[in-house]
Nanobody, 128 residues
Framework: QVQLVESGGGLVQPGDSLRLSCEAS????????MAWFRQAPGKEREGISC????????NYLYSVKGRFTISRDNAKDAVYLQMNNLKPEDTAVYYC?????????????????????WGQGTQVTVSS
């Protein structure tokens, strides 16, 4: 079955950087766009970035554009999220997600309704 395992979260100070990783298994990773979501306490899960199958197309939530970079390594079945200049409002549990359909194209920031496979999440806390 589909498995997504995130890692790389932690406690950092404002302005610091983190790189999240997600290792995928159980499906043909190369055929699926991938995405990162996050959920802060008391808030709904929001899609922050997605990447096409080849990595040639990416999309970002406006609030992270220019600070976060999504990438993937199809040889390793892995997707990454480089987060720079972190802010306290970035504090959340971050989730890797695979879409329901292999045809999902990542033409806009991701929406939860298009995804049905989720990792367990990794906590990112930004605090001074």
């Amino acid at each position: 079955q589909v498995q997504l395992v995130e890692s790389g979260g932690g406690l950092v100070q404002p302005g610091d950087s983190l790189r999240l990783s997600c290792e995928a298994s159980g499906f043909n990773f190369n055929y699926y766009a991938m995405a990162w979501f996050r959920q802060a306490p008391g808030k709904e899960r929001e899609g922050i970035s997605c990447i096409s199958t080849s990595g040639g197309r990416t999309n970002y939530l406006y609030s992270v554009k220019g600070r976060f970079t999504i990438s993937r390594d199809n040889a390793k079945d892995a997707v990454y999220l480089q987060m720079n200049n972190l802010k306290p409002e970035d504090t959340a549990v971050y989730y890797c997600a695979a879409p329901i359909l292999s045809g999902y194209g990542c033409y806009a920031p991701p929406l939860s309704r298009d995804f049905n496979s989720w990792g367990q999440g990794t906590q990112v806390t930004v605090s001074s």
